[in-house]
């Protein structure tokens, strides 16, 4: 927190999170701003990347209605996930050079465009095109992994991860709904939409958003911030040291700077930067348990984002193919299964208090196994079911993946590790959406989902 308001850093750690909400809205509201325009973004890619979901096989009819359907599809779904997947490798590093600001700014404008683009699309390549831009500028989440990191003590991390699962949910569910209804209008109405979204955030990240990368010359406010944090950080160590009965003496806090002073200390850390101030090979060596905890990581990422992106895939052309759904109808059974998903959400932020993120995780994917009795299931509502399940499982991995992100990265490489965890994850997406699409043959799920009409066409 910064120093504009009455309480001490231990006074303003000691209250509930909602009152410390009211605290930052009323003597430092451009924290909230900074953060809400971040949430906010995450909503948008969400919203975007499942918007198209409900209204595939129409669109294949208009671009592409000699192709294989399966074959359309995964074209169509696997142009933003490739995109994403690509841009996700360099976005972090670059926000490590030039700044977490620059890189969201130009990421939100180019996304802007695609939508535009994507809306007055002729065939099925120029939509994969344009398709693929928007993608590429959706993949900045390395970015804002670094950039609400750079900022915040590691316990508060667990609390960011579920406000971005948050949004991830909810802009996912609501995606397919809300294309399924402005479809209604006319076909390519939902992207006009997203494009306007896109530019209202533009230009208000553009006018308001706040740097955050570590540097020597941190702007005033992030002085008082990496401050802040880093001596409450030391007065809890030093309290856990007293209360097992070892000296203390070398992890006394920093004194105070003088009031009205801003110069101490010479170089503010954030609390995952105490004690990380290395490069990446030098962090490896000392931590002999960072590769092998990476790579972890990076699996546990790759198996949630395909699972829950080829559900997301699958179930539209399920409802229209097994189900014979309208757009309309396609779009609201996909926000169903939300509802639950958004409750286990919130409920994280409790449960991962209780238990490690890492336990609540493989429960998680323990859910996730349930989605193979998906070919035999003939009930809406009980491929609804199995759907929540899915979603569910996914969720309570990546509500903690920031958490466990933020706990590995030394902040010199915060970027380059953001980015390498993002784009083991963003490989899930084109190989569920599109693996198979490059030899002409739709993902087996799909011909074993939607239908004998469907597997018919397929063999």
């Known amino acids: 927190m910064d120093n504009s308001g009455p309480l001490s850093t ?113 065939n099925i390549a120029s939509f994969a095109g344009f398709r693929a831009i928007g993608g590429v500028s959706a993949g900045t989440r390395p970015v804002l992994y670094a950039f609400i990191t750079d900022s915040s003590r590691v316990e508060d991390m667990r609390f960011y991860g579920s406000c971005i699962s ?20 006319g076909i390519s109405f939902p992207f006009y939409f997203m494009g306007v979204l896109a530019a209202i955030l533009f230009l208000l990240q553009l006018f308001f958003l706040r740097e955050t990368k570590p540097r020597e010359d941190k702007p005033e406010w992030l002085k008082w911030e990496y401050y802040e944090c880093w001596k409450h950080q030391h007065q809890q160590q030093q309290g856990r040291d007293q209360a097992n009965d070892v000296s203390s003496s070398d992890n006394l806090p920093p004194p105070l700077p003088p009031s009205g002073s801003i110069d101490a200390p010479p170089k503010g850390m954030s609390p995952m930067d105490e004690a990380k101030d290395m490069g990446l090979g030098a962090w490896s ?22 699972a829950g992106n080829s559900w997301a895939t699958v179930f539209g052309v399920l409802g229209a193919d097994r ?19 958004i409750i286990c959400t919130i409920l994280y932020m409790y449960i991962s208090n209780k238990i490690k993120p890492g336990l609540v995780a493989a429960f998680g994917f323990c859910l996730v196994v349930l989605a193979v009795i998906v070919p035999f299931i003939y009930s809406i509502w009980g491929t609804i079911i199995i759907g929540m399940c899915v979603y569910v499982g996914i969720t309570f991995f990546f509500a903690g993946m ?25 490989v899930g997406k084109p190989i569920s959406d599109g693996g198979p699409c490059c030899l002409l043959i739709p993902p087996p799920i799909h011909r074993w989902c939607a239908g004998p009409s469907s597997r018919r066409s397929t063999i």
Do not use: H
């Open 285 to 306: 060596k000392k931590n002999k348990w960072f590769i092998t905890t990476l790579v972890c990581l990076c699996l546990a990422a790759f198996a949630g984002q395909y």
């Open 323 to 341: 189900y014979d759904l309208t757009e309309q109808q396609n779009g609201e059974a996909m926000g169903i299964q939300a509802l639950v998903v």
């Open 166 to 185: 948050i949004c991830n949910t909810v802009g996912g569910a609501l995606g397919p709904t809300i294309g399924g209804w402005l479809a209604s209008v």
């Open 10 to 122: 231990e006074e303003y750690y000691s209250l509930k999170r909602l009152a410390r909400l009211r605290y930052r809205l009323k003597y430092e509201p451009r924290r909230i701003i900074d953060l809400s325009l971040i949430f906010i973004s995450i909503f948008i890619e969400w919203l975007g990347n499942t918007l198209l979901a409900p209204i595939t096989p129409w669109y294949i009819d208009k671009l592409a209605s000699g192709m294989d359907e399966g074959a359309a599809a995964s074209i169509l779904m696997a142009s933003y996930a490739v995109g994403t997947f690509l841009s996700s490798l360099f976005t972090g590093p670059l926000s490590d050079r030039y700044g977490r600001r620059p890189v969201f700014i130009l990421a939100m404008f180019l996304y802007t465009i695609s939508y535009f683009l994507v809306a007055n699309a002729w």
């Open 402 to 426: 920031a958490y466990c992100s933020a706990l590995i990265s030394p902040p010199k490489s915060r970027g380059l590790i953001n980015s390498i965890t993002m784009g083991v994850t963003n």
